[in-house]
């Protein structure tokens, strides 16, 4: 599985259809472990085709900040779990919050 971090520098964004990039991480859920990560420059502010660049990196599972209704469900729509999580947090630790299964799938502050 591949999950989509939204980062600004080295933390997870506080905006997130405006970060710098996404940290793209390949986890092996039987194992529960992480294989590996790397970073994509975020494409250019259009929510409406974001969820489709996202699913296209191979990402099935965004973790990010407080996401709005209406786009939770354009990324729904598009094939991907939504986690939120609101506190500020190094996306590593987020991705092995999720691995141990410490992250809620809907909303986790």
């Known amino acids: ?7 600004t520098g080295d933390a997870l964004t506080t905006r997130f259809g405006h970060c ?5 991480v390949t986890i092996d859920l039987e194992a529960k ?3 590996k990560s790397n970073t994509a420059v975020a494409p250019p502010h259009a929510p409406d085709h974001l969820p489709d660049w ?3 990196q191979g990402a099935n599972t965004l973790i990010a900040p407080v ?10 729509f598009h094939g991907l779990t939504v986690i939120e999580h609101t506190e500020p947090a ?3 630790d987020l991705a092995q ?7 809620d799938q809907k909303t986790d502050s």
Request: hydrophobic share 60%.
């Open 67 to 76: 996401v709005p209704d209406r786009f939770r469900a354009l990324l729904e």
């Open 90 to 92: 190094i996306p590593m």
């Open 54 to 56: 996202i699913v296209k």
């Open 20 to 24: 710098e990039s996404y940290l793209f």
């Open 1 to 7: 599985m591949l999950l989509a971090i939204p980062i």
């Open 33 to 35: 472990k992480i294989l």
């Open 97 to 103: 919050a999720f691995v141990d299964g410490k992250l």
